[in-house]
């Protein structure tokens, strides 16, 4: 697993680089501009939380080209073992993505002080990257693996869309279930909710990857 890890990293590290330089730039600029624009902060943590995962998930495609991909399948490596390093490749990348929001949160708050009303609007925003950015990865691996490298620029949209709007339905269904005047423990207990959904989604989702994976003949 350390191996594919790290092979997962070296394919991914190109692009990484390049959008940890956008990532950097970008929040040296919301940090610098004054809280009285909120949408600048909200749209640096959620291109943060779901740029760094998606690009990972993304660079699948560079396997293909280079026909890695065909070359680990005669590797004594299981297909699940495959495909289990992608998945915790992107929740790496997940982490690597909350800790920029993370220190542009703190560094924005400690400079022009807390720009939302509610003292639980911070812990939605990431509840929202985190949801979107899982729900992105479980709709994306599954239909990968089956719609093949060929398919893929389509299927990147198609996942970052479906992965946006299953967390918006997700997000009208609390929304019909608790009271219009939430309070901040069922804000809070709502944002556990819906991380919890979407991790499940995508822990169901690589099984079935798996699956997909071992059906697919190349």
Request: glycine residues 8%; positive net charge.
């Amino acid at each position: 697993m350390r191996r594919l890890l790290r092979n997962n990293f070296y394919v991914t590290l190109a692009d990484a680089k390049a959008f940890t330089v956008v990532a950097v730039l970008l929040g040296v600029f919301v940090v610098a501009m004054d809280n009285a624009v909120p949408s600048l902060l909200i749209s640096y943590l959620m291109l943060v939380m779901i740029g760094f995962p998606f690009s990972s998930a993304a660079s699948i495609r560079k396997e293909s080209a280079t026909k890695w991909e065909k070359y680990k399948l005669t590797a004594p490596v299981k297909r699940m073992d495959i495909v289990k390093s992608f998945f915790v490749s992107q929740l790496l990348w997940l982490a690597v993505g909350i800790t920029f929001a993370g220190m542009g949160v703190a560094l924005s708050v400690a400079l022009h002080g807390y720009p939302f009303d509610k003292d639980t609007d911070i812990f939605m925003l990431f509840v929202t990257g985190i949801g979107v950015s899982l729900f992105v990865g479980a709709v994306f691996f599954p239909m990968y693996f089956l719609g093949g490298e060929e398919r893929s620029t389509v299927i990147m949209i198609v996942s970052l869309l479906g992965g946006i709007g299953i967390f918006m339905g997700l997000t009208t269904l609390v929304n019909k279930v608790y009271p219009e005047n939430m309070t901040a423990r069922q804000i809070v207990m709502s944002g556990i909710f819906m991380v919890a959904c979407s991790a499940a989604a995508f822990a169901v989702s690589c099984p079935l990857t798996v699956w997909v994976f071992k059906k697919k003949e190349y």
